[in-house]
């Protein structure tokens, strides 16, 4: 089991940025791949970004490109989502996710955190 918390949501107006963690316990957390998701109200959860186990390998939504980042610190078991640039339409439940294999988040995370919400103001 692993269980993950994410923190550092908040209201921000267009333009502005916002780091977002997620704090990992349990297993070991350098042995599973990591990601955000987000949900805007009435849509389904959308992949944001993800990173591999060693913090090598990254990937991002079209949407996001350029102005997220994603990185991790496997000695403080976190996950970090910087975002810049952020638009009206980034506002959202913003969840943190985890898997055993990088090539299955995207789509199939197995542990999820308990969202944290990010307002865009324009």
């Known amino acids: 089991q692993v269980q993950l918390v994410e923190s550092g949501g908040g209201l921000v107006q267009a333009g502005g940025s916002l780091r977002l963690s997620c704090a990992a316990s349990?297993?070991?957390?350098?042995?599973?791949?990591m990601g955000w998701f987000r949900q805007a109200p009435g849509k389904t959860r959308t992949f944001v970004a993800r990173?591999?186990?060693?913090?090598?390998?990254?990937d991002y939504a079209d949407s996001v490109k350029g102005r997220f980042t994603i990185s991790r610190d496997n000695a403080k078991s976190t996950v970090y989502l910087q975002m810049n640039s952020l638009k009206p339409e980034d506002t959202a439940v913003y969840y943190c996710?985890?898997?055993?294999?990088?090539?299955?988040?995207?789509?199939?995370?197995?542990?999820w955190g308990q969202g944290t919400q990010v307002t865009v103001s324009s």
């Open positions: 349990g297993r070991t957390f350098s042995s599973y791949a």
């Open positions: 990173i591999s186990q060693s913090g090598g390998s990254t």
């Open positions: 996710a985890a898997a055993t294999a990088y090539s299955v988040l995207r789509t199939t995370p197995t542990y």
